[in-house]
């Protein structure tokens, strides 16, 4: 059960941090002053960092629930 929770988190923090980026990458600005170029982002980053934590999550979550049944495979 553990594990299915897991895939269900890993997939939506992976969809959620792609939208995100894009929205992001979106809200940023180049300026060149002086042959220099200067990057100003206007973006909420938030949404983008929760979205990864809940992906981590997921991970975690699917790893611990392997570690704790093997491999499936019997030593003889």
Do not use: D, H
Request: proline residues 1%; without cysteine.
């Amino acid at each position: 059960m553990k594990k299915l929770i897991g895939i269900i988190l890993f997939v939506a923090g992976l969809v959620a941090s792609l939208i995100y980026g894009l929205e992001v990458y979106q809200n940023t600005e180049s300026v060149n002053v002086l042959g220099n170029k200067i990057t100003l982002s206007q973006a909420n980053w938030t949404p983008l960092i929760v979205s990864i934590g809940v992906a981590v999550t997921g991970i975690i979550l699917i790893v611990s629930q392997k570690a704790k049944t093997g491999t499936g495979r019997r030593r003889r």
